[in-house]
């Protein structure tokens, strides 16, 4: 088992480096830290929220509350539970020669929290919305991609965020439509 780990990890470390220092373009090295940057995304996803509560009827504000509390919870769930448990440090910190086109973050780094929550983003527009849905899978993809290029994290780490992200929305999703389906029996009973 141990060789299995130390074979993955030695992977992991040569596929990093082939991504971060390999690939040198002007323009991803102008594109790559605005895409990976959060921040960048608040107002796209506080404009599609925003949108999907106004114009979106029930099925947009039903996306808008579940990509809410989808969100929060996977984001929990990461930061909270997850990366303080594996404490996996992350490339910027531990390699030399790492090319560091952001600030590198001080936590860890198994997983990325970016990827694991716009994979559950992704599931969730998957499910309301699917013919959109490869918006938002490219962009789930892009974004990881971008947290490697910029030298912040594996890629185990993105791979792992987006797994746990999909698998987290789908179980999410999969409880309330099980719970709504419930209600509505109970409701047709009592009447």
Same mark, same amino acid.
């Given at each position: 088992m141990d060789h299995l780990l130390t074979t993955l990890a030695t992977f992991d470390?040569? *596929?990093?480096? &082939? +991504?971060?220092?390999?690939i040198n373009s002007a323009f991803m090295d102008l594109a790559m830290p $605005?895409?990976?940057?959060? /921040?960048?995304? +608040? @107002?796209v996803f506080a404009g599609v929220v925003l949108w999907l509560i106004i114009k979106g009827g029930p099925r947009g504000r039903w996306c808008a509350l579940a990509l809410v509390i989808v969100v929060s919870l996977t984001d929990l769930l990461c930061n909270r539970a997850i990366k303080p448990w594996v404490e996996r440090p992350r490339p910027c910190h531990e390699l030399s020669g790492v090319i560091v086109r952001i600030p590198c973050p001080e936590g860890p780094s198994f997983p990325s929290s970016h &990827? $694991?929550?716009?994979?559950? *983003?992704?599931? *969730?527009?998957s499910r309301f919305y699917r013919r959109w849905s490869i918006v938002w899978w490219v962009a789930a993809g892009v974004v990881g991609f971008s947290r490697v290029y910029?030298?912040?994290?594996? @890629? +185990?780490d993105v791979l792992a965020g987006w797994l746990m992200g999909a698998i987290s929305a789908l179980g999410f999703l999969w409880c309330a439509?099980?719970? &709504? &389906?419930?209600? /509505?029996? /109970? /409701?047709?009973?009592?009447w």
């Open positions: 470390q040569m *596929v990093f480096i &082939a +991504i971060n220092t390999g $605005l895409i990976t940057t959060f /921040r960048n995304w +608040i @107002p &990827a $694991l929550n716009m994979a559950a *983003v992704a599931v *969730v527009f910029v030298g912040v994290h594996y @890629p +185990i439509e099980k719970s &709504a &389906a419930f209600m /509505r029996k /109970r /409701r047709l009973q009592w």
